[in-house]
């Protein structure tokens, strides 16, 4: 059995399509497919299921890929025993943020692992919360930071911290930075015209619950998904914005804007690290883990 046959067929398998799978592998199609026939010969068994909406394995194809994670898994373990002997871990590691968090936390997470980890390679993209667990789900990411993220049979999720999130709203001219302006209960931030993101984003989601619970509904001006987008918009007075406090220090101008405390009640997102339960982290995805806590835990401000 190839192990280059046996990573193509997981891969396949779990994103269900062998279009998706020769992008997330970067080869051909026919080469793919012709591989993962090869293994099914070799094997004298029907693996997956072809049909116009992809592929989905069989019963055999599903005893596999429990066996083909693990296999896959312990190769990987095997090279990164050898990379220590060298004296540095390699392999490489995928991590999903979301966009609130993604302009602050890339840079010094990118510095970070490239100081511990030199040997290995990083992938950082943006993404919703919803889909970026599914990309946990089928491999495509190794890591995802989520706001608020639900239980789920498929993912270990570790709480990290709890984010405030503001009223951010465009600094009038001349207005001293102190003392800061007074909290703003959360029925009043309900009246004001609001620039949020559009569903399902997790902060927008959270929006809408915490408002309902106090029978009250967001007043939607506009829905744009970006925080450099919506932070542009709250400057040129198209609304106000409800994001963390570290969405408007890492902006470009944040002495353009102000922000005022939420209460009545407060509004706070839970930040977690996910991971899949069906793949036992690397110990440089271990590595990595531990840098988002410590990059997250130097990110704070008093």
Known sequence: MDLKQLEYFVRVAEL???????????????????QVRLLEVELRQNLLVRNGRGATPTEAGKLL?????????QVE?????????????????AIGLPPSLARVLTVPLTRAFRQQLPQASLSISEGLSMSMQESLVN???DIA?????????????????????????????G??????????????????????????????????TEMANIGCRPN???????????LDLV????????????????????????????????????LCLAVSSQRPATLTQQTALDLIRQTLDGLQRP
């Not at 090279?79 to 590691?93: D, H, I, K, N, S």
Request: proline content about 11%; charged content about 20%; overall charge positive.
């Open 16 to 34: 269900g399509s062998f279009t998706r799978a020769a992008m997330a592998l970067n080869v051909a199609q026919p080469a793919l497919s012709r």
């Open 77 to 93: 373990r095997a090279r990164e025993e050898l990379g220590r002997v060298r004296g540095a871990l390699a392999g490489r590691v």
């Open 145 to 173: 930071v989520l706001y608020n993220a639900q239980p789920s049979p498929d993912l270990e999720i570790h709480p990290l911290q709890d984010e405030e999130l503001v009223l951010v709203q465009p600094r009038p001219p």
């Open 220 to 230: 939607v001006a506009l829905e744009i998904d970006g925080v450099s987008a919506i």
């Open 235 to 270: 400057a040129d007075g198209a609304g106000a914005a409800l994001l963390s406090r570290n969405a408007v220090w890492s902006s470009i101008r944040p002495s353009s804007y102000r922000m005022r405390a939420i209460s009545d009640p407060p509004l706070r997102t839970r």
């Open 139 to 141: 491999g495509r990411l």
């Open 175 to 208: 207005l001293p930075e102190d003392p800061p302006p007074s909290p703003i209960s959360l029925h009043e931030v309900a009246g004001l015209p609001l620039v949020i993101p559009s569903r399902p984003n997790a902060i927008r989601m959270h929006v809408e």
């Open 65 to 73: 890929l429990a066996h083909g994670r693990g296999i896959l898994h």
